[in-house]
């Protein structure tokens, strides 16, 4: 196994060695943004299929924007740099990619302008983050989403990523597996690192992004699989807290979570309390799909250790 690598103050170093300063002011104050990126192994293809890098790139980029950050790579050598560390790396199983654009200045004080800014990137092993199986187990958190006034919620701001860690630590202890936060009018937004999709009447149902979502990669993909294989409408709009309990189906969508079933909100049965026909389907395709599988979505995909690029989307 090659030794553990990380992209860091310009160049390929030791994982061991990617270290920063107790003053570095991202540390403190939480002034960085940052992408999940999946990286999804097939063993039969001997094969490791990066996801969507040029996207999640595209929304580093914007994320910076929004918090005054300044990326000296263009997006071309972004993607490459994520390609390549991933095959630096040399893993043989599902992995996560994490790039961030932080500021770097070891320098007390609030503030984002004057300081200068750096970015990193690193891999790690990344099994199962929900049950894809079973389905998960979700409550309302008590914790309201933040607001986009508050601290840009399209953005993914590391300092934010406390609003989630709080409500998914509240659910866990309080038995649950995952977290649905409300926004500050009371409306659904979406789970601790998830978007939140429900099926009713035969129409797939997400919040708007004025409800304070991230604009999720995962969400828009899920999504675009069910219109063109399954043939589902989709709806964006505003959902009452009360809509999720009498929702026929509901599914989350995330880097980390893939495609997962909701089968229980505040102890209430989602349908028949297990995960539904259509949630599974869209599973199945998009699981076939991020390994690989279907041809027809190839251009989502960036393969690692084959040098050849692979077809595109027809």
């Known amino acids: 196994m090659p030794t553990p690598t990380a992209f860091f103050q310009g160049k390929f170093v030791p994982l061991e060695q990617a270290k920063i300063g107790v003053m570095t002011h991202a540390f403190n104050y939480g002034t ?3 992408e999940g990126i999946r990286g999804n192994w097939n063993g ?3 094969e490791l299929y990066l996801f969507r890098v040029r996207e999640h790139i595209e929304r580093l980029r914007q994320s ?5 950050l300044s990326l000296r790579f263009g997006d071309d050598e972004l993607v490459d740099l994520v390609r390549d560390l991933a095959e630096r790396n040399g893993h043989r199983e599902d992995i996560y990619i994490r790039p961030m654009v932080y500021k770097s200045s070891e320098v007390v004080g609030v503030r984002m302008h004057d300081l200068e800014d750096d970015f990193l990137l690193f891999a790690t092993p990344f099994g199962a983050y929900l049950d894809p199986e079973a389905g998960a187990r979700c409550m309302t958190s008590s914790w309201r989403r933040v607001d986009d006034n508050s601290i840009p919620a399209r953005a993914k701001v590391n300092g934010l990523y406390v609003n989630n860690a709080l409500a998914k630590t509240e659910a866990q202890l309080s038995g649950f597996d995952e977290a649905i936060l409300l926004n500050q009018d ?3 937004s979406e789970g601790s690192g998830e978007n939140i999709v429900l099926l009713r009447h035969g129409r797939l149902i997400s919040p708007a992004p004025q409800d304070n979502i991230l604009e999720g990669i995962t969400l828009d993909t899920a999504l675009e699989i069910a219109q063109q294989e399954l043939g589902l409408e989709v709806e964006r709009r505003t959902i009452d807290r009360s809509e999720l309990y009498i929702a026929d189906e509901i599914f989350m969508t995330g880097t980390a979570a893939h495609v997962t079933p909701v089968v229980e909100v505040d102890r209430v049965p989602i349908g028949d309390g297990r995960p539904g026909p259509v949630s ?6 998009y699981f076939q799909m991020i390994t690989g599988g279907l041809p027809q979505y190839a251009e989502w995909l960036t393969p690692v250790y084959r040098k050849a690029p ?3 989307k027809s």
């Open 64 to 68: 910076a924007k929004i918090m005054r």
């Open 310 to 312: 692979v077809a595109a």
């Open 280 to 285: 599974k389907r869209l599973q199945q395709t």
């Open 44 to 46: 039969e293809q001997g």
């Open 32 to 34: 960085a943004v940052f």
């Open 186 to 188: 009371g409306h659904v």
